[in-house]
């Protein structure tokens, strides 16, 4: 009896088996590993492409009660500019777009429509207007004039 401690030879079986078993979990766990770094980052570009084409389909409706009116059902223009343009679509960054829809532009037409600034929309709903429009982007027309409706 070593430093005072019996030896069970069941209890060391037990605990070996144990061991044996968690060295052999842990190995496959380890092999395991690359194969869902491989498989990650495709299921997460799936996923994002996912979200991007809700989030435009929402733009999309929400577009068509607030927007639709004076900028037209696709954005080619109406009582306002035609947003639906590859000009604008190619010279306006999401921040700039998402700001002009938030604030508006002062002295003219275009009222505020975020929520923060008294207008009716959420910043969700003002980015998936966003997302809409950019989802027109690859196949919008050639509007040099997209200013002047």
Avoid at 35 to 55: F, I, M, N, V
Wanted: aromatic share 8%; with cysteine.
């Amino acid at each position: 009896m070593a430093y005072g401690y019996s030896t069970d030879p069941e209890l060391d079986r037990s605990t070996n088996r144990a061991m044996a078993v968690g060295a052999v979990l842990l190995l496959a766990m380890a092999a395991a590993f690359p194969l869902y770094l491989a498989y990650e980052p495709s299921a997460r570009e799936d996923a994002r492409a996912g979200q991007l084409e809700s989030l435009a389909h929402e733009g999309e409706s929400t577009w068509s009660f607030n927007c639709a009116s004076c900028h037209g059902a696709d954005g080619e223009g109406g009582s306002a500019p035609a947003l639906n343009s590859k000009q604008f679509l190619q010279s306006a960054t999401d921040e700039q777009i998402q700001l002009l829809v938030s604030v508006g532009i002062p002295g003219s037409p275009m009222g505020a429509y975020s929520q923060d600034f008294g207008g009716p929309l959420t910043s969700e709903q003002i980015k998936a207007i966003t997302t809409y429009l950019r989802s027109l982007e690859d196949e919008a027309p050639d509007f040099p004039n997209w200013r002047n409706p």
